[in-house]
């Protein structure tokens, strides 16, 4: 072979296509394009691996079109500019363009403007794949020109299906077992070029006997999970771990925090981030939670990995089981917006201290009421501004600590008066 496997083996019309039920299915919208022959400008977002290239290509040949590849790696304006010219002498002579541009995310907005005029008056049909999240990476403009279709990762279904292929194309057996072919297709989670890939190199190898899930460990190094410390997968991961710690699903918890460690996720980052949840989503009701966080930060901070791990994993335990109250937070972001829409309103003159005659003359600290020295130890004076109308900012939970911080709160509000 002088090509790579997956090139080989690269499906030449959509039916062919393993997955992507839902767009390349009876009712899928690329599957209806394709039988009405009228293609739209689409962005095909999806991990890799999943089969954004092959759509494309398989596109083009499905309709009969011109295909015409580019990298937003490699490619710039000029390059644009050059397939632009070519697709119009095309067009000239009744032949119709498909543009494929891999990577679009990595154009910039003038790059990604320059693609608008040939959309426009259909010089080209544009087909951009990318793994990273259109509406965070592409021009509003180029959205709206184009349909978004959403692929997932082939499933352990697809990809033994592709083993199958790859056997009757190879014209032999591989040398797996069948409980190893599932653990490969579970191996390459989900990405078919890892797998068509490991099936190369197996299928060129001697081996003395079909190799088992444990042997088959041994020979290939399992795909790295699908992660990087800014991109989709990152957020999507941390936001997995956050709304489990919140729905106190505990084992969701640990094991969202087990992807994002064993995918190579920095856990200071994690800690940083469980500590904003002690203090945004647990808050009063559990006011330990707090210290617990900097206790595992900075336990992880002094011994690393492995041994501050298990800090790491108590702490997620911690939170997840703990109460949750944003009664804080809530109150915060309250209090906040009042004091934006009061203004520069002076605080009350009798809680106000007068070091000097001129201040006391002006009246500062009149009638101020030592509270501790009162029976009660509140005197309930207003320490809100002259003329402003009290209001009420923290409203705490029945649950965990904040029952007994409500309880102080409404005992010390019963002294003030309205």
């Given at each position: ?85 070519a ?17 679009i ?62 056997e ?42 079909d ?49 994002m ?37 900075q ?18 335990i ?56 009162t ?7 207003n ?10 900012l ?25």
């Open positions: 072979m002088t090509r790579p496997l997956a090139d080989l083996m690269r499906p030449k019309i959509i039916n062919d296509i393993v997955g992507q039920t839902d767009l390349l299915g009876e009712n899928g919208i690329i599957h209806r394009m394709v039988e009405s022959g009228n293609l739209s400008n689409l962005l095909l977002w999806g991990p890799p691996g999943c089969g954004k290239t092959t759509i494309a290509r398989a596109l083009a040949n499905s309709i009969d079109m011109d295909f015409v590849p580019m990298s937003a790696v490699f490619s710039g304006t000029a390059d644009i500019k050059k397939a632009m010219d697709a119009r002498m095309n067009r000239e002579i009744g032949r119709n363009t498909l543009l494929f541009i891999d990577e995310h990595r154009f910039n907005k003038t790059q990604q403007d320059t693609l608008l005029p040939y959309l426009e008056d259909g010089t080209v049909t544009f087909v951009g794949a990318t793994t990273e999240n259109p509406s965070f990476n592409l021009n509003n403009a180029l959205l709206s020109r184009c349909h978004v279709c959403v692929l997932k990762p082939l499933s352990t279904t697809d990809l033994l299906t592709l083993i199958d292929r790859a009757t194309f190879l014209n032999k057996k591989l040398p797996l077992t069948q409980d190893a072919k599932i653990h490969l297709a579970q191996m390459a989670d989900g990405d078919a070029r890892f797998l068509l890939n490991t099936i190369e190199y197996i299928s060129g190898a001697k081996f003395k006997k190799l088992t899930p444990e042997t088959l460990n041994e020979i290939i190094q399992k795909r790295a999970p699908m992660s990087d410390k800014s991109g989709d997968e990152h957020y999507n991961l941390i936001s997995a771990v956050h709304k489990s710690l919140r729905a106190s699903d505990t084992d969701a918890a640990l094991y969202w925090v087990a992807r460690i064993t995918s190579g996720q920095d856990p200071r980052y994690i800690l940083r981030r469980l500590t904003r949840f002690a203090m945004e989503d647990i808050g009063l009701a559990d006011p330990n939670a707090m210290q617990i966080a900097l206790s595992a930060w336990i992880y901070e002094r011994m690393g990995s492995p041994e501050g791990d298990i800090a790491l994993t108590e702490l997620v911690y939170l997840a089981t703990a109460p949750k109250s944003i009664s804080a937070y809530k109150a915060q972001m309250a209090s906040y917006k009042i004091a934006h829409d009061t203004g520069s309103l002076m605080p009350p003159k009798n809680i106000l201290n007068a070091p000097t005659k001129m201040m006391k003359d002006l009246g500062y600290s009149d009638g101020y009421i030592y509270d501790p020295e029976q009660s130890g509140c005197s309930g004076q320490c809100f501004p002259d003329g402003m109308k009290r209001v009420s923290y409203k705490p939970v029945e649950r965990g600590f904040e029952r007994e911080i409500k309880k102080r709160f409404e005992y010390w509000n019963s002294f003030r008066k309205n």
